[in-house]
């Protein structure tokens, strides 16, 4: 009997294996901080009556957030440029099911 590990066919390739950042939670992040920032500008300064505090806050929020989507945006691929040069390479090989599923019990447990 031949053992599974001589068989010739056996599904083995390399890959490689990196952390790469995902994009929507940075931008999401930088509108927020930008947000704020903009909040602190138009609340924190001393109000002037020719301005309405919440005209102010509106017109810097589109400005901040705007800016902190792109500036969040370009953190992110400078950190996905980073995680492309610490990728690892790893060797993986497909294992067979010992027992095969059937049946529609079986559908839902991946």
């Known amino acids: ?54 005209t102010v806050f509106g017109f810097f929020l589109i400005v901040c957030a705007g800016g902190g989507v792109i500036l969040f945006s370009i953190l992110a691929l400078i950190l996905d440029r980073v995680s492309v040069k610490r990728s690892e390479r790893a060797v993986v090989e497909a294992v067979p099911d010992s027992v095969p599923d059937e049946g529609p019990e079986h559908d839902d447990v991946r």
């Open 1 to 54: 009997m031949a053992s599974e590990d001589t068989t010739p066919n056996s599904a083995r390739r390399e890959i490689t294996v990196r952390r790469a950042p995902k994009f929507v939670p940075f931008m999401i992040l930088g509108a927020v901080v930008g947000a704020i920032v903009a909040a602190i500008i138009a609340y924190g300064r001393q109000a002037d009556p020719a301005f309405d505090a919440g």
